[in-house]
T-cell receptor, first 111, second 113 residues
Framework: EDQVTQSPEALRLQEGESSSLNCSYTVSGLRGLFWYRQDPGKGPEFLFTLYSAGEEKEKERLKATLTKKESFLHITAPKPEDSATYLCAVQAGTGANNLFFGTGTRLTVIP | DAGITQSPRHKVTETGTPVTLRCHQTENHRYMYWYRQDPGHGLRLIHYSYGVKDTDKGEVSDGYSVSRSKTEDFLLTLESATSSQTSVYFC????????????FGPGTRLLVL
């Protein structure tokens, strides 16, 4: 069964304190792994797509990496505006084109 | 931002009444999706469309139907709303299917009393 698990559920950081969010997955034939950011009351906002183990992508203070079993979202020197829920999703190699989502990590960055 | 709008943004309805939610896109993307988001669950696919009049079921399709008569519009209907359908509903679009990025709308918050 396709499954996505994100940890931790919640994370509080001081401004400037770097950390990583984890997304572990089991899926039949990974087509892609996606990271989204979601602010309260809004829809998920696309951040990154990763397709194969060893791939990395960066955007400002965020860097996403992928292995065969998990992905990490590294946040370097976070700012309060990085506070949000970060969602990980995978698309499996069989069936519909839907994304299987984890339940997210709620990040709070304290000034 | 991807050109996706959802209407209504908020709705309160009573058990047993039909409800229709609308998703409208201006991107001319072929694929459109309806997800629901509930506490303790990740977003889950209800139905999706891969073209005008072409739709298929997702993992939580019971009690829902969809229609797509134009590229830009994808409608989700709750045939007889139940309290278990209280949720936040998101529409998403993608240009292609496999491994293509999906872009999400702002959501519709539905409360069924």
């Amino acid at each position: 069964e396709d499954q996505v698990t994100q940890s931790p559920e919640a994370l509080r950081l001081q401004e400037g304190e770097s950390s990583s969010l984890n997304c572990s997955y089991t899926v039949s034939g990974l087509r892609g792994l996606f990271w989204y950011r979601q602010d309260p009351g809004k829809g998920p906002e696309f951040l990154f797509t990763l397709y194969s183990a060893g791939e990395e992508k960066e955007k400002e203070r965020l860097k996403a990496t992928l292995t065969k079993k998990e992905s990490f979202l590294h946040i370097t020197a976070p700012k309060p505006e990085d506070s949000a829920t970060y969602l990980c999703a995978v698309q499996a190699g069989t069936g519909a084109n839907n994304l299987f989502f984890g339940t997210g990590t709620r990040l709070t960055v304290i000034p | 931002d991807a050109g996706i709008t959802q209407s209504p943004r908020h709705k309160v309805t009573e058990t047993g009444t039909p409800v229709t939610l609308r998703c409208h896109q201006t991107e001319n993307h072929r694929y459109m999706y309806w997800y629901r988001q509930d506490p303790g669950h990740g977003l889950r696919l209800i139905h999706y469309s891969y073209g005008v009049k072409d739709t298929d079921k997702g993992e939580v399709s019971d009690g829902y139907s969809v229609s797509r008569s134009k590229t830009e519009d994808f409608l989700l209907t709750l045939e007889s709303a139940t309290s278990s359908q209280t949720s936040v509903y998101f529409c998403a679009i993608s240009e292609g299917g496999r491994a293509e990025t999906q872009y999400f709308g702002p959501g519709t918050r539905l409360l069924v009393l």
